[in-house]
């Protein structure tokens, strides 16, 4: 009994010891990826023409109820080193630099050309491959919406773990909570709101916009709860300011 005793106080022992280990950057940058292989693959699978036709047939409906339960069950075994994973610095540090380099990445790589157009002017594959990632419109993917909202559970559980709430720790909560905050505003704006352009000349007025996405007109006619008139307008002109260049050449000339 002893021996059998002394066994499962090693095992216990050593799961935790497993489940508080020291949180490395690598480590965050592992799951990282791994979360935005899963999304990426979510919201290119939204976005496919076949997606009405796997929602209308039973075997969808039964993965699309599987895969969510199989995810939260996962969450659940390891809620231990989530929370750990999630409170911590490295994990800070990995997610931010995540999120930086996809903004830097995507505001590079955003284009409202047609597929065909990123083709001629690319190359198949490197049009491909933005196409596939979500590169083109990255903003207005699922990942990125998702690990913004990572983000923001981080931050609140840092704020429920130090207690922040506190009086001597206000300064950390409103940081915090300040972030979170501008984070739900953008989802608000991006739910709800739009971006749209009236075309108006001298004399006619409007009542609706049309919705632009990345600068380019789409389909979508949003009425207004107002009208426009345009009665005049005036162009400003700047006289340009001519300037002068002289290079060299190789030959000193």
């Known amino acids: 009994m002893n021996q059998e005793g002394d066994k499962g106080s090693e095992e216990k022992e050593r799961i935790q010891k497993k ?79 995540w999120l930086l380099g996809f903004t830097a990445l995507g505001t590079l790589t955003a284009r409202t050309d047609s597929r065909e157009v990123l083709e001629g002017s690319s190359g198949q594959g490197l049009a491909k491959l933005i196409y596939l990632s979500g590169l083109n419109d990255p903003f207005h993917t699922i990942w990125f919406g998702g690990f913004l909202i990572l983000l923001m559970i981080s931050l609140s559980l840092v704020v429920i773990k130090r207690r922040s709430w506190r009086f001597p720790e206000w300064g950390n909560l409103l940081a915090h909570f300040g972030i979170v905050i501008i984070l739900i505003g953008g989802f608000i704006g991006y739910w709800f709101g739009f971006r749209g352009m009236m075309d108006l000349h001298i004399g006619e007025s409007a009542g609706a916009v049309i919705e632009t996405r990345l600068g380019a007109r789409t389909e979508n006619i949003h009425p207004l709860d107002f009208s426009i008139l345009l009665e005049d307008f005036q162009i400003e002109r700047y006289p340009t300011e001519n300037e002068i260049y002289l290079y060299r050449n190789q030959e000193g000339s």
Do not use: H, N
Request: aromatic share 10%; hydrophobic share 55%.
């Open 19 to 97: 489940t508080t280990g020291k949180i490395t950057v690598s480590e965050c940058a592992y799951w990282l990826l791994s979360l935005w292989m899963v999304l990426l693959i979510i919201d290119r699978l939204f976005l496919s023409d076949k997606f009405p036709g796997l929602i209308k047939s039973i075997i969808g409906r039964g993965i699309i109820v599987i895969i969510p339960v199989i995810i939260c069950l996962a969450l659940f075994k390891i809620r231990t080193r989530l929370y750990q994973t999630l409170t911590s610095r490295q994990f800070a540090v990995a997610i931010l630099s």
